[in-house]
């Protein structure tokens, strides 16, 4: 099987970022940092692609992922595909808290967290690896679309270290030993039974010249 090539970002800074609070599925503007961070994907895009478009542009349904996916789609003549299962996780009742209020307010639900992070289910949310089922389902079936082909995608920091974590044959006990900056680009090779990964967690264009083909 030919592989499909993934160019997956990390969606641009969010205005409430220095609060550091799991948003999860809530929609969040982005700052005007992260509006510029989203402006500048398609160009760092084109860096890779050498002047060739991307098959399709995907994003999750949550508007900072969208806004990114917006900008790549619209400089490659192409209409954003939106594939809600490519959204965040889901933290529940800890969504919108911040890591200091949930250690106070459930002290006990964050102690059982810390001793299960992969596993442990937020009360009214998912587990990370719930959450891993769907990501890796909508990503296999994207890859199986676009074999042989290139795509783009601008999606959550949570799901790019599940599609890194299964990459790299990690367990998601170590999900958090991949770093994911705001407008990071990843590039992953998918083929039928593993995956190479070409670039991780870059926010340089340089890469594009030194990224060993």
Not at 64 to 85: D, Q
Not at 118 to 137: A, D, K, V, W
Not at 187 to 193: F, G, L, P, Q, T
Request: glycine letters at 8%; aromatic letters at 8%; a negative charge.
């Amino acid at each position: 099987m030919t592989p499909a090539r993934l160019f997956f970002f990390r969606h641009g800074e969010v205005a409430n970022a220095h609060e550091k609070r799991y948003n999860g599925q809530t929609d969040v503007a982005l700052s005007p940092r992260g509006e510029e961070q989203s402006a500048a994907m398609p160009s760092r895009l084109k860096a890779f692609l050498d002047s060739k478009a991307p098959a399709a542009v995907y994003s999750s349904d949550l508007v900072r992922s969208r806004v990114g996916a917006g900008h790549v789609a619209a400089a490659f003549g192409l209409t954003p595909i939106v594939v809600p299962e490519l959204k965040e996780r889901s933290f529940g009742h800890w969504e919108g808290l911040t890591w200091d209020e949930i250690q106070a307010r459930y002290p006990s639900e964050w102690a059982a967290y810390m001793a299960d992070v992969p596993g442990y289910t937020p009360p009214g949310g998912e587990s990370f690896r719930g959450m891993s089922e769907r990501i890796l389902g909508a990503v296999r079936q994207i890859a199986a679309r676009h074999a042989g082909e290139p795509v783009a995608m601008v999606i959550h920091g949570g799901v790019n270290r599940i599609i890194l974590c299964d990459a790299l044959g990690l367990d998601l006990a170590h999900i958090f030993r991949l770093d994911q900056y705001y407008a990071c680009l990843n590039i992953v090779e998918m083929y039928e039974n593993t995956a190479v990964v070409r670039l991780m967690n870059s926010v340089d264009e340089g890469d594009a010249h030194r990224l060993i083909r």
